[in-house]
């Protein structure tokens, strides 16, 4: 295995680079060259991974690292993470996007889901089964979300959402969205709500290009 650029300059080790953290960044890797790199032009080509990948990065311990062993992860911290996003710009396959799955999407659901949707989401993602996504960027609103347009507007039980993301890392594959929509917009700021939608449960979603 090639040596990890901090090895080739000689940059010391941090503190937070245990010994099961240096084993993941190994194991990430490995996985990474054998499974990812030698499809790597085809999917960038695509503009899209195949779901397969995912399942394979699961099943190798990729997924969720950082979130509990109780919701389908793997109990670790951040510092597992940062091993695997390390891994990923060493062997130069920064679309894979597992490290917003990873890093954004999953925490997001872990402080801000009910117990009932981490149960149901949380070990779907650490398996593959669910690609995770946020969607915050519109045409016409970038980082300044009391701008957005997208509406939310109660429907009974659920929520009736209109509106056009853009710029979504994962967005052409994944299937558990965070979306950034207006649900009171009277309110600025604290009329902005973040709603999570099962892609392959509404009716009416569509992927751009």
């Known amino acids: 295995m090639a040596a990890s650029p901090a090895e080739i300059l000689g940059v010391p080790k941090p503190d937070?680079?245990?010994e099961d953290v240096g084993m993941l960044y190994d194991m990430a890797t490995?996985?990474?060259?054998?499974?990812?790199?030698?499809?790597?032009?085809?999917?960038e080509k695509a503009e899209i991974f195949d779901h397969e990948s995912w399942k394979k990065a699961g099943e190798n311990g990729l997924l969720c690292?950082?979130?509990?062993?109780?919701?389908?992860?793997s109990g670790g911290t951040f510092a597992h993470e940062s091993a695997i996003i390390e891994a990923i710009s060493h062997v130069g396959v920064d679309g894979f996007g597992i490290a917003l799955h990873n890093s954004i999407v999953a925490p997001y659901i872990l402080h801000y889901g009910s117990e009932e949707q981490k149960?149901?989401?949380l070990p779907k993602m650490a398996s593959g089964e669910l690609i995770g996504a946020i969607a915050m960027t519109e045409p016409g609103a970038g980082s300044d979300l009391q701008g957005v347009k997208t509406r939310a507007e109660k429907d009974g039980n659920q929520y009736?959402?209109?509106?056009?993301?853009?710029?979504?890392?994962?967005g052409q594959l994944a299937n558990l969205i965070i979306v950034v929509a207006k649900t009171d917009p009277a309110k600025g700021a604290k009329g902005t709500s973040l709603i999570v939608i099962e892609t392959?449960?509404?009716e009416g979603f569509e992927r751009g290009r």
Do not use: C, Q
């Open 16 to 18: 937070w680079a245990s």
């Open 30 to 43: 490995k996985f990474l060259e054998t499974e990812i790199a030698p499809h790597y032009d085809e999917f």
């Open 65 to 73: 690292a950082s979130m509990p062993e109780e919701y389908g992860g």
């Open 119 to 121: 149960k149901k989401w």
């Open 160 to 170: 009736r959402i209109n509106g056009s993301k853009t710029f979504i890392t994962n």
């Open 200 to 202: 392959d449960e509404v």
